[in-house]
């Protein structure tokens, strides 16, 4: 089954505790992408990655970190977590499309949601 | 830079009723346009799109066409059901990234 996957779904956490959240797709797409979702906001994107070691910034970076070096997988690492990072986040992934990979469908991982006290 | 705006929430209808969300945008060049939708403790998934004016992108009743003259994208569909109830999102495609609305949650009771 196509999908994305994320890992852990929740995690409350404190402030200052380096954590990780998984991505991982099984549809061999190149662009993958991390969204933070905030009632009144709507989802901004913090980080996309077109392809393998290609990453950049979204509208939303600060505090976040990502890396991949692999296709399939996209980390989001908050390195010192602070309760302003409390949301709820999703990782998307999509081809590479020849008009550009936000012009093709994007598939969405199912979200974690995560607190920082 | 570009923007979405759609409607707030919650729209509340009966089931059968006629929906209407509203969405315009703000972008230079020709983005091409979506409809995501999120139902309760789920992500996002595609519901339709469209890549260029005058489309119309169209799935599971919804409609939308793509208007450049009004840059807008408006959500319709004729008669909806109880498990239409969900969170809409309108958004817009650079080359990179995605921008969104802020979401439009649509209650529909029997």
């Known amino acids: 089954e196509a999908q994305v996957t994320q890992n852990p779904r929740y995690l409350i956490t404190v402030t200052g505790k380096k954590l990780t959240v998984t991505c991982s797709q099984n549809?061999?797409?190149?662009?993958m992408s991390w969204y933070r979702q905030d009632p009144g906001l709507g989802l901004r994107q913090i980080y996309y990655?077109?392809?393998?070691?290609?990453?950049d910034k979204g509208d939303v970076p600060e505090g976040y970190k990502v890396s991949r070096k692999e296709k399939r997988n996209f980390p989001l690492i908050l390195e010192s977590p602070s309760p302003n990072q409390t949301s709820l986040y999703f990782c998307?992934?999509?081809?590479?499309?020849?008009?550009?990979?936000?012009?093709?469908?994007?598939?969405f991982g199912p979200g974690t949601r995560l607190t920082v006290l | 830079g570009d923007s979405v705006t759609q409607m707030e929430g919650p729209v509340t209808l009966s089931e059968e009723a006629f929906l209407t969300i509203n969405c315009t945008y703000t972008?230079?060049?020709?983005?091409?346009l979506f409809w995501y939708v999120q139902y309760p403790g789920e992500g996002l998934q595609l519901l339709l799109k469209?890549?260029?004016?005058?489309d119309k992108g169209s799935n599971k009743g919804f409609e939308a066409t793509y208007r450049k003259e009004t840059t807008s994208f408006h959500l319709e569909k004729g008669s909806v059901q109880v498990s239409d109830s969900a969170v809409y999102f309108c958004?817009?495609?650079?080359?990179?990234?995605?921008?969104f609305g802020k979401g439009t949650m649509l209650l529909v009771s029997p």
């Open positions: 998307a992934s999509s081809l590479n499309g020849p008009e550009g990979p936000s012009t093709d469908t994007q598939y």
């Open positions: 549809m061999n797409h190149e662009y």
């Open positions: 990655s077109m392809n393998v070691e290609v990453t």
């Open positions: 972008a230079t060049g020709y983005p091409s």
């Open positions: 469209a890549t260029k004016a005058d």
């Open positions: 958004a817009l495609s650079g080359y990179s990234t995605l921008t």
